[in-house]
């Protein structure tokens, strides 16, 4: 971005769907963060490190769909 101004608006402006192909996109990063974070709740203990796995795959899922909805 060439300024904040610039920056702001993107990161606080809504970002709707541009087609079908971003919609399947959306849909890929959430169905592997699914998988990723069943995998984790499955191998390990519940414990505070099993809750601190699983809110990084949320926050990584969150994320890269922040990216695609603002970068492409």
């Known amino acids: 971005m060439d300024n904040i101004d610039d920056e702001l608006n ?3 402006t809504y ?3 541009r087609d ?3 919609v399947e996109t959306y849909r ?3 169905a592997v963060g699914l998988t ?3 995998a984790i ?3 390990a203990p519940n414990s505070e490190e099993r809750k601190i796995a699983l809110d990084h795959v949320d926050a990584a899922v969150m ?3 922040a990216a ?3 970068r492409t």
Do not use: G, T, Y
């Open 28 to 30: 890929c990063v959430r």
């Open 10 to 12: 993107n990161r606080f």
């Open 36 to 38: 990723l974070a069943r």
């Open 15 to 17: 970002h709707p769907p």
């Open 20 to 22: 079908a192909e971003q």
């Open 41 to 43: 709740a499955r191998a």
């Open 68 to 70: 695609i909805a603002r």
């Open 63 to 65: 994320w890269a769909n």
